[in-house]
């Protein structure tokens, strides 16, 4: 099995900034896309930002220029650097990755993880 820890979140004013972290474990051969969504009571989970295993990164248009997605390999991490927060990134964050993990044989399946609080508030 490949478990998700995500860490990082918490309750920042407005302009402030956070980073959150998800490190995957288990018997994980490869890992492909690793992104960020995030969701609020009443909507849907959105995209927030991905990056695939070559370092190509793509966000949602309403946090261009303020969020930073990158991961570490060999740590089987990807992060979310948040600057610039405002009132509206407020949500619960999951990250989401796309792995090869063997269990006997090999399997590739999409992992989510459990969700961590992002309030900005003064």
């Known amino acids: 099995q490949v478990q998700l820890v995500e860490s990082g979140g918490g309750l920042v004013q407005p302009g402030g900034s956070l980073r959150l972290s998800c490190a995957a474990s288990g018997s994980i051969f490869s890992i492909y896309t690793m992104g960020w969504y995030r969701q609020t009571p009443g909507k849907e989970r959105e995209l927030v930002a991905s990056i695939t295993s070559g370092g190509n990164s793509n966000y949602a248009d309403s946090v261009k220029g303020r969020f930073t997605i990158s991961r570490d390999n060999a740590k089987n991490t990807v992060y979310l650097q948040m600057n610039s927060l405002k009132p509206e990134d407020t949500a619960v964050y999951y990250c989401?990755?796309?792995?090869?993990?063997?269990?006997?044989?090999?399997?590739?399946?999409?992992?989510w993880g459990q969700g961590t609080q992002v309030t900005v508030s003064s």
């Open positions: 989401k990755v796309d792995c090869m993990y063997y269990s006997g044989s090999y399997y590739r399946r999409v992992y």
